[in-house]
């Protein structure tokens, strides 16, 4: 293990740029969801199907994408996917209407799902050699990206039109991919080879687990049931992403980087939950946080939906984002050490399914009632997850 350890340091490093990259690009595309809705003329449920398209790409690409990373290896399928990803963010500011939008935020999305799992994957897969629970680190990553995404998407939004912005964010994300890319391909075997001389079992290898045999019947179930917990998280996830900005801006009257400022907030502070994740989990273990940060996150959701001013709803934005902060780490972690890549692929899956399922229900339920109270939702589900976890606290999240 010694000889291995500057590498695996390195790879490290640059898959925790992937992530990083991820988020960024990501945020830069949330903070223009009001430009874009204004230009194409969407109502609230009309943008709710559009940015159904993001979620239902990501969903659609899942399962294959596990595929992909078991027969090409997890790191090559990261840099195709970032390229993907870099491009295709430059193509919702060309559309004007919603269904043109939706079909479009379906490219975007499948290289979004794509590069999710294939670079879970390869964080899976990294873990196991270095045995320590540094999953949240990663997803950390995403969320500083993403804070900083926002953050320059807020400062730019009165300078730049959404065609110039998104136009830059793709020669940020290839330039990235390009300096990135190259080390993570170089450090493609390491970990197997790691693996191959005893450092660390492979994924999907458990106590009771053969090498090489498909998962039985109860890892199949402990894999579905992270799966719900990873749904419940993405679903508030997404609503702070798709919603959160124009809860802001339309409901409490702020000003469009203020509005930016929301996800912003929200993403400080998972990135902040997550930078701690590691040593909660070493010394909470998954059960404890779990039922913690469902309990944190239902009762932030509740004030930053119903809160009468926009500083209260910034505040539960910020108390929402701590407490969903290490739930998708954890549940696709375990799941993947259980299954390997198609293990992240079903509970990534399931868990976008919760932003697939979010964006048209949250629509549709600001149309019938109104969007505050559409996004109490994410409270509930945030509970959900919690209750999921303590429920199973003998057996699937220990």
């Known amino acids: 293990m010694p ?27 949330v903070v223009r969801i009001p430009a874009i809705k204004h230009q194409t003329g969407a109502s609230a449920s009309g943008l709710g199907l559009a940015l159904l398209g993001v979620s239902a790409g990501a969903v659609i690409t899942m399962t294959l994408t596990g595929r992909l990373c078991r027969r090409y290896g997890s790191h090559r399928v990261t840099v195709v996917c970032a390229v993907l990803l870099s491009l295709s963010v430059a193509l919702p500011p060309l559309t004007h209407s919603a269904p043109t939008l939706g079909a479009v935020l379906l490219v975007f999305g499948a290289a979004y799902g794509g590069i999710n799992v294939a670079f879970n994957s390869a964080a899976v897969d990294l873990i196991a050699v270095m045995r320590r629970p540094i999953m949240p680190s990663f997803h950390a990553a995403f969320s500083l990206g993403g804070m900083v995404g926002a953050g320059l998407g807020g400062l730019v939004a009165g300078r730049f039109t959404p065609t110039q912005h998104l136009l830059g964010l793709t020669v940020i994300g290839l330039v990235m991919t390009a300096v990135a890319g190259r080390p993570l391909l170089r450090y493609g075997g390491l970990v197997p080879q790691a693996m191959a001389d005893g450092e660390a ?32 998280t993405a679903y508030g996830e997404g609503a702070m992403a798709d919603w ?4 802001l801006e339309q409901d409490l009257g702020t000003s469009a980087a203020l509005a930016a400022a929301g996800y912003s907030c929200f993403a400080l502070a998972m990135t902040l939950g997550r930078l701690t994740g590691t040593t909660l989990l070493e010394r909470l273990g998954r059960t404890r ?31 929402t984002g701590l407490g969903l902060a290490n739930l ?12 390997g890549p198609s293990g992240v692929a079903v509970a990534s899956t399931l868990g976008y399914g919760g932003m697939l399922l979010g964006p048209p229900a949250i629509g549709f339920m600001a149309d019938w009632f109104s969007l505050p109270v559409a996004l109490t939702s994410v409270a509930v589900l945030a509970a959900i997850a919690a209750a999921v976890g303590f429920a199973t606290r003998g057996s699937a999240v220990r």
């Open 201 to 232: 079992a492979a994924p999907g290898e458990t106590a009771g687990q053969a090498p090489g045999r498909r998962p039985d019947r109860r890892t199949r179930g402990l894999v579905v049931v992270f799966g719900l917990i990873a749904l419940c």
């Open 3 to 29: 000889g291995h350890q500057p590498p695996l340091v390195r790879l490290r490093i640059v898959l925790t740029a992937f992530f990083a990259l991820d988020g960024f690009v990501f945020a830069g595309w």
């Open 244 to 247: 959160g900005a124009l809860h």
């Open 328 to 339: 998708f780490p954890v549940a696709v972690e375990r799941a993947g050490a259980l299954a």
């Open 289 to 319: 946080t779990v039922v913690a940060g469902g309990a944190i996150a239902s009762a932030g959701m509740f004030l930053a939906s119903l809160a009468p001013s926009a500083w209260a709803a910034l505040l539960g934005f910020a108390v």
